[in-house]
Nanobody, 119 residues
Framework: QVQLMESGGDLVQPGGSLRLSCAAS????????MAWYRQAPGKERELVAR???????DYSNSVKGRFTITRDNAKNTVYLQMNSLKPEDTADYYC?????????????WGQGTQVTVSS
């Protein structure tokens, strides 16, 4: 019933920018932590950025200073602003969220959106 829907992935040149969006829909009481992960071909999925509802944001060292994670609680949406993109940022990007519904919290994943950084 609950779904995370990602958008914004695209082909972009090195040094360019993209903004990823992830909107949660369904029967939701509240969303606690939201995060972005990515998985490059042949590699394990890794945490890119995380934003608790009322806590401090956390970033992977490889993206710190270039990426910014934000959220709009009224829209149940999390964003990832990606600047100064590098070829090594090429990966499938996944949204993740802890969502409370029917009295308990559950973890959800989006379907992934592809980001390709190439000239």
């Amino acid at each position: 019933q609950v779904q995370l829907m990602e958008s914004g992935g695209d082909l972009v040149q090195p040094g360019g920018s993209l903004r990823l969006s992830c909107a949660a829909s369904g029967s939701i009481f509240s969303i606690s932590a939201m995060a972005w992960y990515r998985q490059a071909p042949g590699k394990e999925r890794e945490l890119v950025a995380r934003i608790p509802r009322g806590g401090t944001t956390d970033y992977s060292n490889s993206v710190k200073g270039r990426f910014t994670i934000t959220r709009d609680n009224a829209k149940n949406t999390v964003y990832l602003q990606m600047n100064s993109l590098k070829p090594e940022d090429t990966a499938d990007y996944y949204c993740n969220a802890w969502i409370s519904r029917e009295g308990r919290a559950m973890n959800y994943w989006g379907q992934g959106t592809q980001v390709t950084v190439s000239s």
